[in-house]
């Protein structure tokens, strides 16, 4: 399929190792934050959401951090495996949330 | 359980002519959003439609429109497509408005304009 990640910066990882992904997020009233991973030729997949009350919620294998003082994102994932390779955009949300605002996304790789 | 269905997949279209996209909400949703993600880049948020009505929409022209019929399915249409049009187009679907209400993504129609 066609790649999603063209152009966009490439965090490359062994498998195995954590990954580590961070996003800046624009809007200091954003309240509600989700990470997503996108394949090709797929839409995006929820992972894991944060509510701006919490600076840090964990999933299976993944964990979100945030920090709201520098409007600072990431997600960690431990253990790092071949399909885990994919694109990963943030999102941040307000208000009603109505609607996402994604961030630029960056391509994970991850090597045998 | 069928998610979010989109269609078509894929589809070309020539500069100035119209074109329609169709998304079918997961079950029980009843709010549908769509959003354009251009090559390399994260989704922007086109617009929402809630009880068939426009609801919220993003910096997109007029030239962008759709419509929710009432069992929750619902149409973008561009008018006078323009080469920067190309992308992929999402359509998202959830309970209630909120993106914290099961927010779920079709897989998208690819329009590419020549």
């Known amino acids: 399929g066609e790649s999603v990640g063209l152009h966009l910066p490439t965090l490359s990882v062994q498998e195995g190792d954590n990954s580590i992904i961070n996003c800046a997020y624009s809007?200091?009233?954003?309240?509600?934050f989700i990470w997503y991973k996108q394949e090709s030729g797929k839409g995006p997949q929820f992972i894991i959401d944060?509510?701006?009350?919490?600076d840090k919620r964990q999933g299976q294998r993944v964990t979100v951090l945030l920090n709201k003082t520098v409007k600072h994102l990431s997600l960690q994932i431990a253990a790092t495996q071949p399909g885990d390779s994919a694109v990963y955009f943030c999102?941040?949300?307000?208000?009603?949330?109505?609607?996402?605002?994604f961030g630029a996304g960056t391509r994970l790789a991850v090597h045998p | 359980d069928a998610g979010v269905t989109q269609s078509p997949t894929h589809l070309i279209k020539t500069r100035g002519q119209q074109v329609t996209l169709r998304c079918s909400p997961k079950?029980?949703?009843?709010?549908v959003s769509w959003y354009q993600q251009a090559l390399g880049q994260g989704p922007q948020f086109i617009f929402q439609?809630?009880?068939?009505?426009?609801?919220q929409r993003g910096n997109f022209p007029d030239r962008f429109s759709g419509h929710q019929f009432p069992n929750y399915s619902s149409e973008l249409n561009v008018n006078a497509l323009l080469l920067g049009d190309s992308a992929l187009y999402l359509c998202?679907?959830?309970?209630?408005?909120?993106?914290?209400?099961?927010?779920?993504f079709g897989s998208g129609t690819r329009l590419t304009v020549v």
């Open positions: 944060i509510r701006s009350n919490m």
């Open positions: 998202a679907s959830s309970r209630d408005q909120g993106v914290n209400y099961g927010y779920t």
């Open positions: 809007n200091s009233a954003s309240d509600y």
């Open positions: 079950s029980g949703h009843d709010t």
């Open positions: 999102a941040e949300t307000s208000g009603g949330y109505n609607k996402l605002i």
């Open positions: 439609y809630y009880e068939e009505e426009e609801r």
